[in-house]
Structures are given as C-alpha cells and as structure tokens.
C-alpha cells in the first residue's frame, strides 16, 4: 500500500513557448503538500514492516509533515522535534496529523540532538534527504512521468539537501532517461550544490540567507554530489525575487500555491538561460511543492 498518490504530468500552455513544450509534474497535489511524501512514505512503509513503533523526525518542514502523515497512515506514533525558530504553521499541519510536536533549541542541529538523545531501540528515525530508501520512493515519479508524456530533452528541478534529485536521476536512469540533462536550480543564498560543483568538492555554506528555506541544506548530500560526476547536471541559480514570482505565476496560471524553493525550479525554467534549455523541445519540471508558505506568505515576500 503505497502511502503517496500517482500525480499527473500536465503539459503547461503558459509556461510553453512556440518551439518547447513545458510539462509539470504535479507533486504539489500529495496529500501533505510535497514529493516528500513519497521518499518518506516509502521509508516509513519499510521500517513499519521492520517492526519500527514509533518514528520520528527533526524536520520542522515538508519532511516533518510527510513523517506525521505517513504514521496516521500506518497507525503509528510520530514525534517531530523543532526548533524554536520553526513557525507556527508548519506545527499547525504537523499537530494535524495526530503527531507531537517538541520544540527545543535554537537551530536544526540542537533539535536533532534532543531527539537522538531521546530514541529508543524500536523508534525509526527518518531523515529529511539523506537515506537510499528516500531516494527509492522520489523516485517513483519519474516512473510515472515516462508513462505520461514525451521523452523530455532536459529536467529541471530544486535542489536543497539532494534528496530530490537523488531519486530522480536514480529513476531517470531506471526509465532510460540516462542521457537526459538535469538542471539543478537553487536560490541565491542556500546554493550548496552550485558552490560544490565550483568548488569540485562538497562545500558547508556559512549562513542561509535565502527565504527558500526548504532548500536550507548548509551542505548538500555525498550522494547528490557524486551524481554530477556521472550524469549530466548543470546548477544554476535564481534571486530569492524570481523564485516568489514564479510561486505567484504558478498560482495564477495552474491554481497551485507552492514555495519558493519549488519556484527556483520554475523559474529556472521560464528563464531559459540554461544552455540545455535553449532549444529543448520538451522540458519537464517537477513541481515539488511545499506546504510551509501560504499566499499570504507570498505577497508579503513579493513586496
């Protein structure tokens, strides 16, 4: 019983341009708000069958929520542990869900700590980016995109810990999409992946700075680094400005509300200066989501 839903790719007449066809993978429409369910629906699933009674994450974002839906599924208890500076509509979803909400410390890295400290021998950690059963699970929706449109000529998407893009390319490669080109998008100011590639060598950002926070990763996984060394992957970046446009785009022209981290992707692809881009036929874009940013959200960021 898979926990995540089969989500339409849609071929996109507003994003699309004479000479390319624009397709949307529609991850925005799982049932907690993001492609996270999928990746972490899947883990859930295995450390359920493994005997896990409770499970537990330190995500107070899409990952948290996708935690906390998948053990209501399973009828399993969640406990998610957030920071203080979490806000107080993510808890909200989360709280939904039937799963407890801590908040303890002052960053990430203070509220994993609390929650390693409190794990017991049958509890199944599930992390937000970084674990093959993730990445198994992600990528299932290239699966489903191979059924429901063209070969694409390039696939852009976001990237923030690497998870995402981990499951993609692993499910490009199962669906024979091997030789396709990814397009890695970030915002300036969490660009992990960028400054790695750079810098030929996994890089820890100092700060994020990006109102994108769901790409907040300071340093993205080995795993996502080590798929540039054997796939076609071009990073690129936009301003935090483009990528809440995009969101607004989105929610004018496909009725969608997703964050700005799902709008770096877009507006990488509505900008077209990836050289891969220009000339792309048929472009897919993996519209992952994000339940953590409201409209409201959205025009205040917009100005």
């Given at each position: 019983?898979a926990?995540?839903?089969?989500t339409?790719?849609?071929?996109?007449?507003?994003?699309?341009?004479?000479?390319?066809?624009?397709?949307?993978?529609?991850?925005?429409?799982?049932?907690?708000?993001?492609?996270?369910?999928?990746?972490?629906?899947?883990?859930?699933?295995?450390?359920?069958?493994r005997?896990?009674?409770?499970?537990?994450?330190?995500?107070?974002?899409?990952?948290?929520?996708?935690?906390?839906?998948?053990?209501?599924?399973?009828?399993?208890?969640?406990?998610?542990?957030?920071?203080?500076?979490?806000?107080?509509?993510?808890?909200?979803?989360?709280?939904?869900?039937?799963?407890?909400?801590?908040?303890?410390?002052?960053?990430?890295?203070?509220?994993?700590?609390?929650?390693?400290?409190?794990?017991?021998?049958?509890?199944?950690?599930?992390?937000?980016?970084?674990?093959?059963?993730?990445?198994?699970?992600?990528?299932?929706?290239?699966?489903?995109?191979?059924?429901?449109?063209?070969?694409?000529?390039?696939?852009?998407?976001?990237?923030?810990?690497?998870?995402?893009?981990?499951?993609?390319?692993?499910?490009?490669?199962?669906?024979?999409?091997?030789?396709?080109?990814?397009?890695?998008?970030?915002?300036?100011?969490?660009?992990?992946?960028?400054?790695?590639?750079?810098?030929?060598?996994?890089?820890?950002?100092?700060?994020?700075?990006?109102?994108?926070?769901?790409?907040g990763?300071?340093?993205v996984?080995e795993?996502?680094?080590?798929?540039?060394?054997?796939?076609?992957?071009t990073?690129?970046?936009?301003?935090?400005?483009?990528?809440?446009q995009?969101?607004?785009?989105?929610a004018?022209?496909?009725?969608?509300?997703?964050?700005?981290?799902?709008?770096?992707?877009?507006?990488?692809?509505?900008?077209?200066?990836?050289p891969?881009?220009?000339?792309?036929?048929?472009?897919?874009?993996?519209?992952?989501?994000?339940?953590c940013?409201?409209?409201?959200?959205?025009?205040?960021?917009?100005?």
């Amino acid at each position: 019983m898979a926990i995540h839903i089969t989500t339409p790719t849609v071929d996109s007449d507003a994003f699309s341009i004479a000479d390319q066809r624009v397709w949307l993978k529609l991850e925005a429409l799982q049932p907690c708000g993001s492609f996270k369910l999928r990746g972490v629906g899947h883990a859930c699933e295995v450390h359920a069958a493994r005997g896990a009674q409770r499970l537990l994450s330190s995500s107070g974002g899409n990952a948290g929520m996708a935690v906390a839906h998948a053990g209501r599924r399973l009828g399993l208890p969640v406990v998610v542990v957030v920071p203080e500076t979490t806000r107080e509509w993510p808890k909200t979803l989360i709280r939904r869900q039937g799963a407890e909400v801590i908040v303890h410390g002052k960053s990430w890295m203070e509220a994993n700590d609390f929650l390693m400290a409190m794990r017991q021998p049958t509890d199944a950690f599930i992390h937000p980016f970084d674990d093959p059963l993730l990445w198994e699970g992600h990528a299932t929706m290239i699966e489903e995109a191979a059924t429901q449109m063209p070969k694409p000529d390039a696939v852009v998407l976001s990237v923030g810990g690497g998870g995402l893009m981990s499951g993609v390319l692993q499910g490009m490669h199962a669906v024979g999409w091997s030789d396709v080109p990814l397009v890695a998008a970030e915002t300036v100011g969490a660009d992990s992946l960028h400054a790695a590639i750079a810098a030929g060598g996994l890089v820890t950002l100092d700060a994020i700075t990006s109102i994108a926070t769901s790409l907040g990763a300071r340093r993205v996984s080995e795993q996502a680094f080590a798929w540039t060394k054997r796939h076609a992957v071009t990073a690129t970046t936009v301003s935090d400005a483009e990528a809440v446009q995009a969101c607004l785009t989105v929610a004018k022209e496909h009725r969608l509300i997703v964050e700005p981290a799902c709008g770096a992707a877009v507006a990488a692809a509505l900008k077209r200066s990836v050289p891969v881009l220009q000339g792309a036929r048929n472009v897919l874009v993996i519209l992952c989501g994000g339940a953590c940013a409201t409209y409201e959200d959205l025009q205040v960021w917009a100005g």
